[in-house]
């Protein structure tokens, strides 16, 4: 958990450093469990991030501010109302729980000074951000509402009295003396155990580093007094895949041998960078399979239509035989009796007999007449399923493309303009949030330079597939997509030079990498003149026909990229 109470203690400090006496100029919620601060204090203009969310529970200061919602929500109001120009007098943590007090003077509508309290409890899927009154000491509202059906032991709604959360049979780190640090670890056999369950405040992992060292309690006072004393090194640990994975305010040794740490100055830039990074990963993660799932399900109809326009094509395709009854029966009439259900005739092609069922309702000539309107319909139906089978494959092979690209998405971004372009598209529906008309984001295409110095792009979208082989490109510049394979436009920038066999290997490495490909040996790679690259009219976004090609054999692979 990298939210304990020592972590909570350290933010505490650094809010109460920074922002006493500091005056609240802005509130803003950006996510529905998220608010922003914008403060003047005596350092500057500081951005205090709280987040109430599950999976992303904090509180500390952020340089850069997030998108904001077109209506602000109720919540983000209400503190508006109640502390616009309020002024910061302290910032307390709760008995060294996870729970941090932003107190505030402000003046209500009468013009008298009133004392209000930001309560931010960083308790996991229990986390919640409470205005309160401190005369009355009642709730004026929760950016989430807790009912009794929630909680039958505490609920959180406007206009009851705010009760902090159960306290736990635990000891405050800060009131742990030495002989009670020997009590708790005597003849234990897992003494971090032993210290995560009596003393308040402290992580799994922490406990280990504590119980780990030679003297433990003094190894807790040391962690307590840097903090005091404004000395930590914060550490956030990362995963070989660049993720991390927790974060802290002193060196985790449960740790030491999994992850890499990497220090900063602060607790809130340690946070925001763990926190920016875990959630971007997530929510491109969350994003992308949301995106995925819709993909899949238009896939899964258009194989299932494939599959019965296949079918009625083989049954129109053996349409023959209706045309043949109708002629044996045309020329047989005399031999059908009324009310019959077949007849028996001779095929005049080849002499043999042939058996023709019929419609005992209806007369010799009328059936006949019926063979040769279902022969024409088949016939026209032959052509209007093969157009069909077209357009749906067209269709199947723009979704697989669209699906490639949301796989290899690495920002909010990009899996943003996939979920656009779907829309365009006609492929996803959704209800717009706001009347403003959205902008169109610019094209920003992946960037490389080849050994050689080359420039070479390639597209992160189908939109910016067409837009960099359609727009971008020059004629003479070189074009390359994998063989029947997904992937993006790349585009060779030749400036009107051929280029050499090296460059153009080099360039097909990266069209398999940016593919469904990638992970493939020996991927097959077209490539020619931007030129002879033309869009058929009325085709899906990034679907092109092309000429006068040649096919190289790479293995996928990129030069360093210098924009991304």
């Known amino acids: 958990m ?14 109460r450093d920074n922002l006493v006496l500091g005056k609240i ?8 469990e998220q608010l922003l601060f914008n403060i003047h204090t005596k350092n500057g203009k500081k951005k205090l991030f709280v987040s109430a969310s599950g999976s992303h529970c904090g509180v500390y200061f952020v340089d850069a501010s997030p998108e904001n919602p077109p209506e602000p929500p109720t919540f983000c109001m209400v503190l508006r109302k109640h502390l616009s120009a ?12 996870r729970i941090i007090e932003i107190l505030i003077e402000t003046v209500n509508e009468l013009g008298f000074n009133v004392n209000k309290k930001l309560v931010i409890e960083i308790m996991g899927k229990h986390s919640n951000v409470m205005l309160v009154d401190m005369e009355s000491s009642r709730i004026l509202d929760s950016i989430k509402h807790v009912s009794i059906d929630m909680s039958r032991d505490r609920q959180i709604l406007p206009g009851k009295a705010y009760e902090y959360p159960p306290a736990q049979e635990k000891t405050p780190f800060m009131e742990v003396t030495e002989p009670m640090m020997n009590d ?9 155990r032993a210290i995560l369950q009596s003393i308040q405040g402290i992580s799994p992992a922490l406990a280990e580093t504590i119980a780990a060292d030679e003297q433990p309690y003094h190894k807790l006072r040391s962690i307590i007094e840097s903090i005091e004393g404004g000395s930590t090194t914060p550490v956030v640990y990362i995963d070989e895949n660049d993720k991390p994975c927790d974060f802290h305010i002193t060196d985790l040794t449960v740790y030491d041998d999994t992850y890499t740490r990497k220090y900063f100055e602060t607790f809130s830039q340690a946070a925001a960078f763990y926190f920016v990074n875990r959630e971007s990963s997530n929510t491109i993660k969350q994003k992308s399979n949301d995106l995925l799932r819709v993909i899949n399900s238009n896939l899964d109809k ?13 049954k129109a395709e053996n349409s023959d035989k209706y045309r043949l009854y109708g002629e044996l029966l045309t020329a047989n009439l005399h031999l059908v009796k009324p009310g019959a259900k077949s007849v028996t005739v001779v095929n005049y092609y080849d002499g043999s007999n042939m058996d023709i069922p ?11 007449q019926n063979f040769f309107k279902k022969y024409g319909k088949y016939k026209t139906a032959i052509k209007e399923k093969k157009q069909q089978l077209e357009s749906t494959s067209a269709e199947i092979e723009y979704l697989e493309s669209v699906a490639q690209f949301t796989t290899a998405a690495t920002t909010i971004e990009g899996v943003d303009l996939l979920k656009d372009e779907l829309v365009k598209s006609g492929f996803l529906r959704y209800r717009k949030a706001s009347k403003r008309p959205k902008k169109e984001a610019k094209p920003k295409p992946i960037k490389y330079t080849l050994s050689t110095g080359r420039q070479v792009m390639a597209g992160r979208n189908n939109n910016e597939n067409d837009w960099l082989t359609l727009k971008r490109a020059s004629n003479t510049d070189v074009w390359f997509h994998t063989k029947d394979i997904p992937g993006s436009h790349v585009i060779l920038f030749t400036d009107n030079t051929e280029p050499t066999e090296e460059e153009l290997f080099e360039a097909a490495a990266i069209a398999a990498y940016h593919s469904k490909g990638k992970d493939s040996e020996n991927v097959p790679v077209d490539f020619t003149k931007v030129r002879y690259v033309k869009k058929p009219n009325g085709a899906k976004p990034g679907m092109v026909i092309f000429t006068h090609n040649r096919t190289l054999y790479v293995n996928p692979e990129v030069p360093t990229e210098t924009n991304k």
Do not use: C
């Open 358 to 368: 019929l419609d005992p309702k209806f007369p010799a000539s009328k059936n006949a």
């Open 25 to 32: 100029e802005k509130v803003y919620q950006p996510q529905p």
């Open 86 to 97: 309020g002024r910061i007098t302290d910032v307390i943590q709760h008995e060294n729980d």
């Open 302 to 314: 258009l194989r299932l239509k494939t599959q019965r326009l296949n079918e009625d094509l083989i």
């Open 2 to 15: 990298s939210f304990d109470g020592m972590a909570t203690f350290a933010a505490a400090r650094e809010l």
């Open 184 to 192: 708790i670890l005597w003849d234990e056999l897992q003494p971090s």
